[in-house]
């Protein structure tokens, strides 16, 4: 069946440092990609999505780009602020909204 | 714009008692999902609604766990009886759904109902 494999936490990063965390896809057909977040206390938020091979989705300095080559969709930012402490969830849409959800990653940002 | 309003925020109940969430999704959209968040893991659909009527239900552990969405707007998830395994975050989302919204159709979510099963 359709699932999503994400790399485990925590991460723990220094403010400025690179992210990246890794993300990798099984499904048929043409699935669209997101990656949500859940801040401390609050719902889950969309981020970012890509709906076809070769997207690249960005919102608040994180990307992401939809590799069908090698099924993946690594959300990357190039200088991690603390504010962006938070579990990151990377989603496969399989059509007609329905969401299969990776386990998350809970990234830990320190001053 | 209102968001997905969910509630209780948080409950604690003895195993075999029932409790019962309630959710209002963002006004206009026509899909409504349940999903259930057990700690560490990701969400996990439990029922899908599109309008009134249930999309995908099968999830959903029918012989303690019932759900309904009345007149298209609304919905409450009630479990009865409740178990140890059932402690977990439900979380509600709703999106505009159908055609309308693709496959890239955004769900919105509400801050969830943190159950513990004592």
């Known amino acids: 069946g359709d699932s999503v494999t994400q790399m485990e936490g925590p991460v723990t990063l220094s403010e400025e440092a690179f992210l990246t965390i890794n993300c990798t896809y099984t499904a048929t057909g043409y699935p669209s990609l997101f990656w949500y977040v859940q801040y401390p206390g609050e719902g889950l938020q969309l981020l970012l999505k890509a709906t076809k091979a070769d997207d690249k989705g960005s919102n608040k300095g994180f990307e992401a780009t939809y590799r069908k080559e090698t099924t993946s969709f690594h959300l990357e930012k190039g200088s991690v602020q603390v504010s962006d402490s938070a579990v990151y969830f990377c989603?496969?849409?399989?059509?007609?909204?329905?969401?299969?959800f990776g386990t998350g990653t809970r990234l830990l940002v320190s001053p | 714009e209102a968001g997905v309003a969910q509630s209780p925020r948080y409950k604690i109940i003895e195993k075999r008692q029932s409790v019962a969430f309630w959710c209002n999704p963002i006004s206009g959209h026509a899909t409504l999902y349940w999903y259930q968040q057990i700690l560490g893991q990701g969400p996990k659909l439990l029922i899908q609604f599109q309008n009134n009527g249930v999309v995908d239900d099968s999830q959903l552990p029918k012989d303690r766990f019932s759900a309904e969405r009345l007149k298209g707007v609304d919905s409450t998830l009630k479990i009865q009886p409740a178990k140890l395994e059932d402690s977990a975050v439900y979380l509600c989302?709703?999106?505009?759904?159908?055609?309308?919204?693709?496959?890239?159709?955004?769900?919105?979510f509400g801050e969830g109902s943190r159950l513990t099963v004592l």
């Open positions: 989302a709703s999106s505009l759904g159908g055609a309308v919204a693709g496959p890239g159709g955004e769900l919105f």
């Open positions: 989603v496969l849409n399989t059509g007609f909204q329905k969401l299969v």
